[in-house]
């Protein structure tokens, strides 16, 4: 067969062209789509693990310090703890206190490490709370201390999800006494 055009070459129409192009645009923007959400998915994912990992952190060294009491002073305000500890720097005095500005809790030291547990704008919420028993009663429970803390994830204001661990520990010790800051 001949062309009444000898010199036309096969190829593609306009309209051809523009419907592989817009399925080539939709092919592009649904692999865009995939990949937005997985890097979402994938920072909520080390929001999860850094938010695990202060709270090991923040928990391992507080339960530690409380194995090494020697004498409580007290809370404050229930944000603020306050006690003595015995262990290779001698009598120490540690103090816990919750920055509700920096959203942050501060361990701090006379003489060994003081630490913000890189916490800052990580504590939503945090509270302690000393619960002492009665001297009279037979089968005495040991005083304890409660920790409540909500953490949160830093990426909040960028995110759609919220990351929120609230966390409920008790300490124990027989060396919980009412004293400095009172019941």
Do not use: C
């Amino acid at each position: 067969m001949t062309s009444k055009y000898p010199y036309h070459k096969y190829g593609f129409t306009i309209t051809e062209i523009l419907i592989s192009l817009a399925i080539a645009t939709l092919a592009l923007i649904l692999i865009s789509v995939i990949v937005t959400r997985s890097q979402v998915v994938y920072r909520l994912g080390t929001e999860h693990m850094e938010t695990q990992t202060l709270l090991e952190d923040s928990l391992s060294v507080l339960t530690a310090d409380f194995k090494a009491m020697t004498r409580f002073i007290g809370i404050k305000n229930g944000k603020e703890i306050e006690f003595e500890t015995s262990g290779n720097h001698g009598v120490e005095l540690v103090k816990y206190t919750f920055d509700e500005t920096e959203k942050s809790l501060k361990r701090i030291s006379n003489k060994s490490f003081s630490t913000d547990f890189k916490s800052r704008g990580r504590i939503d919420y945090l509270s302690f709370s000393a619960i002492f028993t009665s001297e009279t009663t037979s089968d005495r429970w040991s005083d304890h201390v409660n920790l409540v803390m909500h953490l949160i994830s830093t990426e909040n204001d960028k995110m759609q999800s919220k990351v929120k661990l609230p966390v409920i520990v008790q300490f124990y010790s027989g060396r919980f006494v009412p004293n400095k800051f009172g019941r």
